[in-house]
């Protein structure tokens, strides 16, 4: 783990991470090598990633709810419509 990262979402290894002559390389998954000039465009690239899983994630919790929520309202609808009227 490299110091003052959080453990959200990417976290590379030592194998990922290798400084060469003041320059980090970093491998992620699904993107091309990168060289980044300071430890300060590392963790800005880290934190652009996790910001990005933190609202993939936020969207994957919010839209099942939103889901049982309408469909709860449809069905309540539906049953209000069939009701007799007294």
Do not use: H
Not at 25 to 50: F, M
Not at 64 to 81: E, N, T
């Amino acid at each position: 783990m490299i110091p003052g990262c959080t453990n959200v979402g990417v976290t590379p290894t030592s194998k990922e991470l290798n400084k060469k002559a003041g320059e980090f390389i970093l491998s992620l998954p699904g993107s091309k090598n990168l060289k980044l000039a300071s430890y300060e465009e590392y963790q800005t690239l880290v934190r652009d990633k996790q910001q990005r899983f933190m609202i993939k994630i936020t969207w994957l919790w919010l839209i099942p709810i939103a889901f049982v929520y309408v469909a709860g309202w449809s069905v309540g609808w539906i049953r209000r419509g069939f009701k007799k009227q007294q």
